[in-house]
């Protein structure tokens, strides 16, 4: 299995859904249309590609690109062939909702709630969509770039020492 | 190899007292001081560096046993000493602040390092800064992380502490009113 013929293969089921590829050292990165990643996923999985590990799934925020603000990483793997692929979407603010691939891998199930959770990404068909590493209350994204990453309860510290 | 023996103190002093022939009459609460100062139970809440740390303390090298605290108590209520080692997060927050009720009084705590007694360098949205924001803290212990030493000069504060206060310290309004600044009911 190599990145040309997996490429082809992808291009050749969804040609409508292909935006842009690369091979950034040589892994064959594919940036996809939302609405069809999911299909393009389960075709993956379920065609003789046989890429049966979802590795992983994280969340990435370009506040200066509004157009493509939010976006979402899938890493898979085909075991058995040991093949890579990076499959990449992106959204504005105003629509950051993503099919959830639960159904596909039971092991998206922690890695969307962490990405719900740090990015605020919603995933539709996801189970039980709440937060899983930082306390319930807490209110906000911390990854969105958009809120204090130091805690604002701080009392004891003087900014002038830490060189801001 | 040393050839100094080890040197074994025996005889800690005795509190004040009117002595005689055959009789030693002193406070209750200097005895009662005496003996929760010698018999202090540790409960290590030990999550990263200041954890292992405290873990040499209790090696036979810095030998934590010879202060009366050999066993340490991985049950809150039979505890007396809250050893809290480490970064405490946000999330750990009430698991923290619910071992402490469950233990029973005389308590204390003991902050040991910069994460615990004030978030260390960990100044973000998901770290504790200092863990007296959710419990009373009697002895912070610097350091990043302390060494045995350190946490050994810490617990003989919390001796001190022990020996030298009232046993009805902790039913005076005064400690009332700081157990309700932080929401716990006694």
């Known amino acids: ?164 | 190899m040393s050839d100094k023996k080890p040197v074994i103190i025996t005889d800690a002093p005795a509190p004040e007292g009117y002595e005689g022939e055959g009789f030693f009459a002193t406070k209750l609460s200097s005895v009662i001081g005496m003996a929760r100062k010698f018999s202090l139970w540790p409960l290590p809440f030990a999550t990263s560096c200041c954890g292992i740390e405290f873990m040499a303390t209790l090696n036979p090298t810095y030998d934590a046993s010879r202060f009366g605290m050999e066993r340490n108590s991985f049950s809150p209520r039979q505890a007396d000493m809250l050893m809290v080692c480490g970064t405490i997060s946000k999330k750990l927050g009430p698991v923290l602040k619910e071992v402490y009720t469950q233990m029973a009084e005389p308590k204390w705590v003991v902050a040991v390092g910069a994460c615990a007694s004030s978030g260390g360098i960990f100044d973000t949205y998901s770290v504790l800064q200092g863990i007296d924001k959710i419990i009373p803290v009697d002895v912070y212990v610097p350091g990043c992380p302390p060494r045995p030493e350190q946490i050994i000069e810490g617990v003989m504060q919390v001796q001190a502490l022990a020996e030298s206060e009232s046993i009805r310290r902790r039913d005076m309004p005064e400690y009332q009113k700081l157990l309700d600044s932080y929401n716990i009911s006694n």
Not at chain 1, 67 to 82: A, F, P, Q
């Open chain 1, 1 to 164: 299995m190599t990145n040309e013929f997996v490429l082809e293969a992808i291009t050749r089921e969804f040609p409508e859904s292909v935006i842009s590829s690369s091979e950034p050292y040589g892994m064959l990165t594919v940036e996809v249309k939302k609405e069809d990643l999911k299909k393009i996923i389960h075709y993956l999985k379920d065609s003789s590609l046989e890429i049966n590990f979802l590795t992983d799934i994280c969340g990435i925020h370009y506040p200066e690109f509004p157009d493509r603000e939010i976006g979402v990483v899938y890493h898979l793997h085909n075991m058995m062939t040991n093949f890579r692929i990076r499959l990449k979407i992106f959204m504005t603010r105003d629509d950051v909702e993503v099919d959830s691939l639960t159904e596909l891998y039971a092991g998206a199930n922690w890695m969307e709630r962490e990405t719900f959770d740090f990015f605020g990404i919603k995933f539709k068909g996801h189970p039980d969509l709440r937060p899983i590493l930082n306390m319930e209350d807490l209110g906000y994204h911390p990854m969105l770039k958009e809120y204090r990453l130091e805690d604002g309860t701080r009392t004891d510290k003087n900014d002038s020492m830490f060189g801001r």
